[in-house]
């Protein structure tokens, strides 16, 4: 079965750091671009970015530049999202997703991993 | 950046009858145009790509129509289970990809 299977909850107080990872299996995980998508409580869908594991080729959306890190280690098929000094802003569920059967349309979504950050 | 922009906000409708959702892009996104369906609790399913092509498993009481600035989704005939938030998605430009804010349809 080709799955997106996500770390879970984290509560964390502002300044802290964090990685969140999502776990592919099913599939060759080097050979699919693997995206962030933000959603914050009661509001829309949002790219943060995207990462191409087998060569860590990553790219950002501009509002999410600097803000968070995205990597990947293809060896244990894991992708991560990562925050340097969090803020209660960063609260928020996030989803990854891949594209499986058609480049750039992400049909393979992971259950998402909700964020508070509070103090 | 690209902006998408949905129409309307919220949709009352009752089972069985039919909805039309509208999204609307600030430039053209040629076809590259998908809808996801999202309910409570749950990440996004993907609905419709290529404007107009179910993904595999969608009921075809759901389709999609348009190209380059405006689309539509149409949900026939309105099960229980369809009564979600609807989201249109253009994947012409990155950075970055876009989402609209969302129609959700709602029972009447």
């Known amino acids: 079965e080709v799955k997106l299977v996500q770390s879970g909850a984290e509560v964390k107080k502002p300044g802290e750091s964090l990685k969140i990872s999502c776990k592919g299996s099913?599939?060759?995980?080097?050979?699919?671009?693997i995206g962030w998508v933000r959603q914050m409580s009661g509001k829309g869908l949002e790219w943060m970015g995207i990462?191409?594991?087998?060569?860590?080729?990553?790219r950002y959306s501009p509002s999410f530049q600097g803000q968070v890190t995205i990597s990947a280690d293809k060896s244990i098929y894991t992708a991560y999202l990562q925050w340097s000094s969090l803020k209660a802003s960063d609260s928020a569920m996030y989803y990854c997703?891949?594209?499986?059967?058609?480049?750039?349309?992400?049909?393979?979504w992971g259950q998402g991993t909700k964020v508070t950050v509070s103090s | 950046e690209i902006v998408m922009t949905q129409s309307p906000a919220t949709l009352s409708m009752s089972p069985g009858e039919r909805a039309t959702l509208s999204c609307r892009a600030s430039q053209t996104v040629s076809s590259n145009l998908a809808w996801y369906q999202q309910k409570p609790g749950q990440a996004p399913r993907l609905l419709i790509y290529g404007a107009s092509t179910r993904a595999t498993g969608v009921p075809a009481r759901f389709s999609g129509s348009g190209s380059g600035t405006e689309f539509t989704l149409t949900i026939s005939s309105l099960q229980s289970e369809d009564f979600a938030v609807y989201y249109c998605q253009q994947y012409n430009n990155w950075p970055p990809w876009t989402f609209g804010q969302g129609t959700k349809v709602e029972i009447k």
């Open positions: 099913g599939f060759s995980f080097s050979s699919y671009w």
């Open positions: 997703a891949f594209p499986l059967l058609v480049p750039d349309v992400f049909d393979i």
């Open positions: 990462i191409y594991p087998g060569d860590s080729d990553t």
